[in-house]
């Protein structure tokens, strides 16, 4: 409701910078249709989606409802009827320290076995790139049917280090580091209605998908020196897949290959609210 209350409070401003049409009959204006040059600030709510949160599932992307993690979502009009399409989301999280254990006779003599210095960094990171196109087939200031395509690319990565150095010169060091790459493709077909003089159209769109997963395999790397005795370990693991019924252990592999395809008519029924302004050109 605060979204809508917005754009009637902007719309009589933003509605000057748009090509309007007048309605046959009377030369009433019954809608701001977008013309050449002009742009679209794009908010998608998915009335259904099947995505889970690691995106395994064939729905491209979850939407633009104003949400952590959502793409930020646009449109251009190349022409009246042409329309580009572009959502992005970058995002990481990344967390680095270092510390040095208190140096004490007592420390030293009675917990010999405590942590002297530890090093530690972890990064989470996720690009996401989306590119379309829409044909738009009515020129009425009311209804609008278009049809177009888009694809998506994605790219993550998840690294963590945990070096820990002892008092008692036995060490433990870990390296961590899981990638995934996403390829998508969909077809859609979709309308919008525009809403009374205000540069605002509502609308429904719908259509297949189909995605491609490839790693999300997570390679661990361990050295540890208990004694005067090092052991090194190189292995791949992987979410859901576990070793026995305690799921904190994680089946160790010596190689591991791992790849999903999901593919469906709509996995993702959005409902699209447009704003539209001039760009000038």
């Known amino acids: 409701m605060l979204l809508f209350a917005v754009v009637a409070l902007i719309g009589s401003d933003a509605v000057a910078q748009l090509s309007t049409r007048s309605n046959y009959d009377g030369n009433f204006r019954l809608g701001t249709r977008p013309t050449q040059g002009d742009a679209a600030l794009n908010f998608v709510l998915p009335i259904i989606d099947m995505s889970d949160d690691n995106g395994s599932d064939a729905g491209l992307y979850k939407g633009n409802s104003l949400l ?30 270092k510390g040095t254990g208190a140096d004490s006779s007592e420390t030293n003599q009675i917990f010999d076995n405590e942590i002297k210095e530890v090093k530690s960094r972890t990064t989470m990171r996720e690009y996401k790139l989306a590119l379309g196109a829409e044909k738009h087939f009515l020129n009425s200031n009311i209804f609008d049917v278009y049809s177009g395509g888009e694809f998506i690319i994605g790219l993550g990565k998840d690294r963590m280090i945990q070096n820990e150095d002892y008092f008692n010169g036995d060490k433990m060091y870990m390296n961590s580091a899981t990638g995934t790459t996403v390829f998508g493709i969909a077809g859609v077909v979709g309308f919008n209605v525009f809403v009374a003089q205000l540069p605002v159209s509502i609308g ?43 799921p904190t252990t994680l089946r160790q592999y010596s190689s591991l290959s791992r790849r999903e395809f999901n593919m469906d008519n709509n996995h993702s029924v959005r409902i699209n609210l447009n704003i539209y302004f001039g760009t000038g050109k």
């Open 68 to 97: 952590a993690g959502d793409m930020l979502t646009f449109k251009y009009y190349k022409s009246d009827d042409v329309v580009l399409r572009l959502g992005l989301r970058l995002y990481a999280d990344n967390s680095t320290y």
């Open 204 to 246: 429904v769109e719908y259509g297949w998908s189909a995605k491609w997963i490839f790693g999300g395999k997570t390679r661990v790397r361990t050295e540890t020196e208990v004694g005067g005795t090092t052991t090194s370990q190189d292995y791949f693991t992987q979410e859901g897949d576990f070793l026995t019924n305690d």
